[in-house]
C-alpha cells in the first residue's frame, strides 16, 4: 500500500526554508542565500521513504507586495497552503513572532490546516528557557500539532521533523516517480543556481531587481564523443549602473558568477558545461506582469 504527503514549508523571508527543504529531500533542490526573497516560485522537494512520499512545498517568503512580482509571490504561498496535508510555519527563534507569522496563521486557521511549527536558529538562542515566551505567544494564536525548537545549520532536533510529518500520510498512488528530487526542469535548476551566485557575490540590493533566463540549453558531443551541454543565460537587471556592476570591472565579476554557476550546474547534470552569460538592462520589469510571465520569471 502506498502512500502520500503533501507539505506546504512556509514562515518569512530568510526564515531558512529552502535549507530545511533542502535537508529533508536530502540533496539541493532550492537554491539558498542569506537574502530575504530568494526563493520566487513553488519549488517541489520530492522524497520517496519506503512506501510513503512526502512533496515538500518550499514557497517564497511572506511579505507585503511592492511590485507585480512581490504580487505572484504571495499568491504562490497562498495556493501552496490549499490542498495539502499539514504545513510547517518556519520561524526564527531569535525575533518576536510578527504580522507576517500572524497572516500566515490565520490563513491556516481559515483552511482547518493541521500545522508543524519549527522554530529555527536555536543554536543563536542563548538558553532554552528564552524561548519558552516565544512558544507560550505562538500556542495563544494556533493549536500546532507539533512544536519543535529546532536548527538547520547545525542540525539540532532536525530528526524530529519526519515522524511529526508521516503521520499525515493518505493511502494513494506516487504522484512523482520514486527516484526523482525535484519536479522542476534542469533549465529552471540552472537560472536559479546563477541567481544564487549572483545574490552571493553582489553584496548591495541590486539582485532583487535582478532575474536569469535561459535561453538555450542544448547538448553536442565533443571530438573525443563526450557530451557538452552548452547554456546560454541572461542576467535581467533594472538599470544600466546596475549592469556594470553586476559585470564588474575587467568583467571580472561576471566571470566570478559564471564560475561558481558552471562548477554547481556541472555537478548536478553530471557532464561538462559551456555556459555564457550576457546582462541585460528592462526597468522597472518587476512591475511588468507580461515581461515576468514571457520570461519565465515566476510560474503562471
Known amino acids: ?55 515538500f512545498i518550499d514557497t ?11 504580487e505572484h509571490m504571495v499568491r504562490a504561498v497562498r ?9 510547517i510555519l518556519m520561524a526564527d527563534a531569535t525575533k518576536k513572532l510578527s504580522a507576517i507569522e500572524q497572516e500566515l496563521i ?33 500556542n495563544k494564536l494556533y493549536n500546532f500539532a507539533d ?7 547545525k542540525r539540532i532536533n532536525t530528526e524530529l521533523i519526519m515522524p511529526a510529518l508521516e503521520k499525515y500520510a493518505v493511502e494513494g498512488e506516487h504522484f512523482f516517480p520514486d527516484d526523482i528530487a525535484t519536479d522542476r526542469t534542469e533549465r529552471f535548476l540552472c537560472s536559479e543556481i546563477i541567481r544564487e551566485k549572483l545574490l552571493w557575490t ?6 532583487h531587481g535582478t532575474a536569469v533566463d535561459i535561453e538555450s540549453f542544448t547538448s553536442r558531443q565533443n571530438k573525443k564523443g563526450a557530451e557538452i551541454i552548452d547554456i546560454g ?8 549602473s546596475h549592469k556594470g556592476m553586476i559585470i564588474g570591472k575587467g568583467g571580472e565579476r561576471l566571470k566570478q558568477i559564471g564560475s561558481l554557476a ?10 561538462k558545461v559551456n555556459l555564457q552569460i550576457f546582462v541585460k538592462v528592462r526597468e522597472n520589469w518587476r512591475d511588468n506582469e507580461s515581461f515576468i510571465l514571457n520570461n519565465n520569471i515566476v510560474d503562471k
Open 262 to 271: 558552471r562548477k554547481d550546474i556541472e555537478e548536478m547534470l553530471d557532464t
Open 106 to 138: 490565520r490563513s491556516f486557521s481559515s483552511r482547518g490546516t493541521q500545522v508543524v511549527l519549527l522554530l529555527n536558529k536555536i543554536d543563536l538562542v542563548r538558553s532554552k528557557e528564552e524561548l519558552l515566551p516565544l512558544i507560550s505567544e505562538y
Open 233 to 240: 543565460a541572461v542576467i535581467i537587471c533594472e538599470k544600466n
Open 60 to 70: 517564497p517568503g511572506f511579505l507585503k507586495p511592492k511590485t507585480k512580482l512581490g
Open 202 to 207: 553582489m553584496q548591495q540590493e541590486i539582485p
Open 147 to 153: 512544536i519543535i525548537p529546532i536548527s538547520v545549520k
Open 79 to 87: 495556493t501552496s497552503v490549499d490542498d495539502v496535508d499539514c504545513a
Open 1 to 55: 500500500m502506498t502512500k502520500n504527503v503533501f507539505i506546504a514549508i512556509t514562515g518569512r523571508p530568510n526564515a531558512g526554508k529552502s535549507s530545511l527543504t533542502n535537508l529533508l529531500v536530502g540533496e539541493k533542490v532550492s537554491i539558498v542565500s542569506e537574502k530575504p526573497q530568494t526563493t520566487r516560485n513553488r519549488i517541489n522537494g520530492v522524497l520517496t521513504k519506503g512506501d510513503i512520499q512526502y512533496v
